[in-house]
Structure formats: structure tokens, C-alpha cells
């Protein structure tokens, strides 16, 4: 029962972090947002017995992805205060929708899943293996997918992030 | 053996990076020996079956790769229309080093491609699916006009909801199978407790695969993608990339790993009619060469999501030999696109219209490409659609088979107006003044004329073996 | 499978909805492409979610780990090759909003 409470403390905490990352005005902010958001799910994923894939996405989402955004946004220029305070109004009237929704939504699927009508299968345990095993004796192309995918990124980068010589 | 189908395109992307002269002045010649390498090795298989050979790296990697009749003929699709691709960019584009990131990024390409076909296993599927993306991503972007910037973006949107799609599917599947392979997935749909996740399951993927394969209603990132890529982007993306990533999976999943009820099906039928007639309809008005291709491509696949939806064995030999011939006569036509763009540099009907008669090549590989898409006898075309509209004759969805009918009436018509309209009337006006008349380079006169008689081969020759193409074909499905 | 199973997996699934919707949202309604991106990002956040409760309530934790790492590498990939399309707009269109990318018509 403890359990269940620290798991839905933590749930609520993710969508109000998500809901103020996608709702506040200034652009830092909601990076910020964003990495504590992932910081949540990190701590959710620990709890959910998955350690590895919890520091994965802590260091890489938290970290990584912050920088990434924050060095593409200093390359672009700040917006003036006049834009700011126009921005500010058509934002307020264009995302006020948003808790709405989500109120409505969640209600409608209390009443829904709270009593699940459907089952599970019940499957066969499976073979003791840890994280690290399956990885490396399992799912090779699933590494070699990341490094072609690391490759192309690489590409992706030289092409798109360099300025045109004109 | 299986593995060097990705494996070798790998090597020969680090060793085009090095930094040897030599070794980047040929890369469009090396890359184009792999990729005929890879077609005779599709070609020859029945003669000499290599899939039966061991792993060269079989100790160190396990890699769970596998070769059917499907398989087959889409390796052969795959590596004719980059080669068609690359000869075109080794016409068209002029930058050094555009020519060679290009080069770089169809290896990528192809290898992501390679891989979708040969694996058995849903979550690499769907990696390899990520990777022809980005390398699409990339491709559309690289000449860096102002038209591709919206193209990019809408296809990136796009993408990310299929890869939302197809990834909460995954997540659905890894429930009800524990395990994410073909044969896993396929046997837990013979559990009766499984039924409802898996039916959701199912859907999902359904949703997140229209997206990737530009069926409609989810067309919308189709029309801007093609017109802002450069040419030989919009033959490879058209022909090859968009298809595999999107059509083949569906066959594959929808053909033999899922087994589908009647309302998901009817779904799959209704959303084939709706591409067929959408996409006919709206070439009908269009007044640039490449947006009418493209609603063209939206028209032909939706004859493949037909067959797909009809679940039959013959519909489903239908389905992919209509691909192959897709592949074969939609990257004809962009070819002709391209070499009508190069010498008069812009694809606007209306200012093309009467200058086609200087071009006598792209001219006659033209009509063929155009009579093979209305589905004209003897050509390849008209075998594909007979075969499909067939099947639908035989499992009694008469509706649907005179849909497809009569946009294949449709499909003709606007395509013989564009042909009368660019090649067949001579315009007394001048050549307009547009900039860098060039003449037609050899080599894309060369890949025009090849790709019209692998059509007509095609046609020709599949009236004498329909045993030995269809049969095996019709054995992939369960 | 157990009931409590099941009732986890659904109150996972319903905060799941909520954060895809979320995502959906700010993908689709927003003034400015880095925020796009953002969106996109909530949303790999929530299936993320999803594939690790599945993966708990059907016992396989290893194999979900295995997909949700290589996942986060892919993500970042796309993520790196957005932005750089975003700033390749703001260079040409010297605005990052997606309303006035219409430089296509029809």
C-alpha cells in the first residue's frame, strides 16, 4: 500500500512537472522542466526494478538532451520584451485548453480502468538473464542499429549545423 | 552470410571515409559495384543458394537474419533503385562535396533498407526503420534550399507520431508475448487470454505504419517531402525508402505474423480505396510534374494496401509483385522528372508544356512508364493489377474491385495528358529563358532506358512463367 | 496474471495517457520549433514509461532495460538532427516559427 502511494505521489509529480514544462513562457524554463521531468521518470524506472535504463535516462535525458537544447537555442537570438508580452497573451489563451483536457480525460478513464475488463496472458518465467547479458549475447543488431544510427547522426550534424559559405 | 548484406555496405562506409584521394574520387563507382553485387545476388539465389551458407562472424555476433521469397525481391528492389539513385545524383548534383555526403548517406541508407528486409525480430525492425528515416531526414535536407526546410519538418512531425505508434505497439506486444521475435508474436495470437492487447497491439501498429507509408488519410508529409528533396533523393525516397519502411513492413507483419480479424481488415480495405481514389483524383489537377507524381505514388500503394486488406495468398503475390513493379516504373518516371529538370530547370507543367519533343529518349521511356502505370497490356503493370483486382473478384468484394478499375481508368488519363502536353505537342514558342540549359548527360539517358525495359521485360515475360514467379511467392503467407 | 498486476499496469496506463496528451499537444499547438521538440521529447518520455511498466508487470525487466537504452540513443540522434533542422530554419527564415514555414503552397 506504501508502495502504491510513493508510485502515484511520483506519477502526479511527473504530469505537473510536464504540464508546467509544456505551459511556461520562457524557453529556459521549460528545458529546465524537462530535465527534472526526466529525473522523475528516472526515480519511477528505479523503483519499477529497472536500474540500468533509470541512470540511462538520467544521465543522457537529464544531461545530455539539456545540453543539446540549450546549445541549439543559444544560436538563435533573443526575443524582445514587445514580443514577449504578446506572446505571453496569445500563449495563455491558446494553452489553457490543456489542463482541461487533461482533467477531463482522466476522469473518463478512471470510471474506465479503475475495474480492467480485459486480461493479462500468464507467461512463462523467463531466463535469468541480467541486463549486460542480454545485451551483449542477445541483441547484437539491435547494436549495430546504434552505431549505424550514430553514424548517420554524425552526418546529420557536419551537414546541418555548418554555416553556409556564400 | 546474411550479416554481409549490412555488414559490407558498413565497411565500405569507413573505408570511403578515409582519408585517401583515391578512395573518394571512385566512391560513386564502388558503391555502385556493391549495389549491382547485391541485385545479381537477389537475381541468382534460386541458382546458387547462398542464404544456406554459415556466418562468416557466426562466433562472435548472433545475428538473427533470415531469407524468404519476400526477401528476395525486395533486395532486388532495394539495390536497382539505389543504383538508379546513384547514377542520377552522379548526373546531377555538382558540389564535391554534396557528391560526397550523398554517397555516404545512401549507404546508410541501403543498410538500414537491408536490414528492415532480413530481420526477424519487431524492436530491431523498428531501429532499422529509425535509421532509414534519419538518413531520409538528412537526404531531403541536403541541398539546403528554402523549400526543403518545411518538407523536413512536416515529414519529422510525422515520423515522430509513427515512431510513437508503432513504439507503445512494441510496448503492448512485449506484454502479451513476453518476447519480441516473429515467431513468438505470431504463436501468442493463438492465446485466447491475449486477444484483447494484442487487438490493440495491432492497431497501433496499423496507425504508426499508415504514417510511414504516406497512406491516406495520413498523406500529409508525402507531397512536401518529395517536391523540396533534389532529384535523385526524390527517386530513391519514392522508389525505395519510404516504401520499405512503410509497405514492406505491413506486408510482413499483416501477411504473416499478426492474424488479423474481419473489422481490422475491412479497416485496411477502406483505407486502400481511399488512397487509390484520393490520389488519383487530386493528380488529376495538379500543374507540377512532381506533386502529380507523387499523388500518383499515393494511388499506386493504396493498390497494395487493397491486396493487403483482400487476405488472400494470390492477393498477397499481387501485392508484392505490384510493389516491385511500382518501384520500377514510379523511379522511371522520376528519372524522366529529373533529366526534364536538369535541361529545362523547372518541374512547372505549364512552363514544360510543348519542350518535351527535344528529348526523344525521355520521351519514349516516358510513355512506357506511363503505360505501365494505367496498367496497359503487355507491360508489368497491367499483370500486378490484374492479379489484385482479381483476388478481389474471387473473395467477393466486388466494390472494391471496380473502385480499382476505374481509377486505373483514372490513372490513365492523367497520365496521357501530361504526355500529350509535354512530349507529344510541339510548341512554337521558344525555349524559354530559363537558366543553365543543359544537355541530358549520357548516364541518365542510360538508367531511362534500362528501367523502361526491365518493364517491359517484366510484362513480357510474366506471361510465359506465372508459375515460377507467383507460387513461391504465395508461400510466404500462412 | 494477477489482479494487483493489472491495477498497477492501469494506473500506470492512465498517467501514461495523460503525458502522451501532453506531449500531442505541445507538439501540435506551439510558436516555436525548439518547443516542437520539446513535445516530441514528452512524448518519447511517456512510451519510454510504458515499455518499462509492461516489462515489470509481465516479468521481463531485462529485456525492457535492453530496449529502453537502445532507445534513448535513437531519441537522441532524431533529437540532435531536429535541432539541427530548427537552426538550419532560424539561419534561412531568421524566425523558429512553424506558422510562417510556408514557403510550399498547396
Redesign the interface.
Known sequence: MVNMTINLILLFALILVALWTVMTIRLIRSIVGLALTSAILSVIMYRLHSPLAAVFELSVCSGLISVIFVTTVSFTQRISKEKLRIRRKERLLKFWYLPVILIATAVMLCQHLLTPQFTLPLLVPAQGLGVRDLLWSCRHLDLLGQVVMLLAGAFGVVILFKESRK | MLSLF?LIP?LL?FILNLPVKFIRQGAFGLVGLLLSVQILAALLHSLFPWSAFPEILGSF?????AVDNLTLVMLLTIGTVALVSLIVAASTIGQERLRF?FV??LL?CV??MN?IVL?R?I??LY??I??V???S??LI??E?N??A?????KY??LS??A??FI??G???F???????SFVSIHS?FY?P??S??LKVAASLFLCGLFIKAGVAPFHGWV??AY??SPASVSVLLAGVATKISGVYVLLRLFGSVFIVNAPLQNIILFAGAFSIVLGALAALTQDDLK?MLAYSSISQIGYIILALGCATPLAFAGAVFHFFNHAIFKSLLFVNAAALEKRFGSTDMNKLAGQGYKMPVTGITSLMGVLSTAGIPPLSGFWSKLIIILALFSSGRFVYAGIALLASVLTLAYFLVFQRRIFFCKSELQEPALENPGKISRALGFSEISLAIITVVTGAVFVFMPGNWIMPLKGIFW | MSQSALQLFCTFGIFIILLLITGAYCMFVSFNLIRVLIGFEILIKAVTLLIICAGYVCGRTALAQAIVITLIVIEIVVMVVAGGVALWAYRHNKTIDPRKLSNLKG
Not at chain 2, 555476433?61 to 537474419?65: E, K, W
Not at chain 2, 512485449?174 to 519480441?180: E, S, V
Open positions: 549490412i558498413l562506409l555476433f548472433i545475428f538473427s537474419l555526403y555516404n548517406l546508410i543498410i538500414g536490414a530481420v525480430d524492436f530491431s531501429v532499422f529509425e535509421i528515416s534519419v538518413s531526414f538528412i535536407a541536403l539546403r528554402k523549400s526546410i518545411e518538407g523536413t519538418f519529422l512531425m515522430a507520431m515512431t510513437v513504439l507503445s512494441i510496448a503492448c512485449l506484454l502479451a508475448a513476453g518476447d519480441l501468442a492465446d487470454a491475449a484483447f492487447i507531397m512536401d517536391l523540396a506533386r
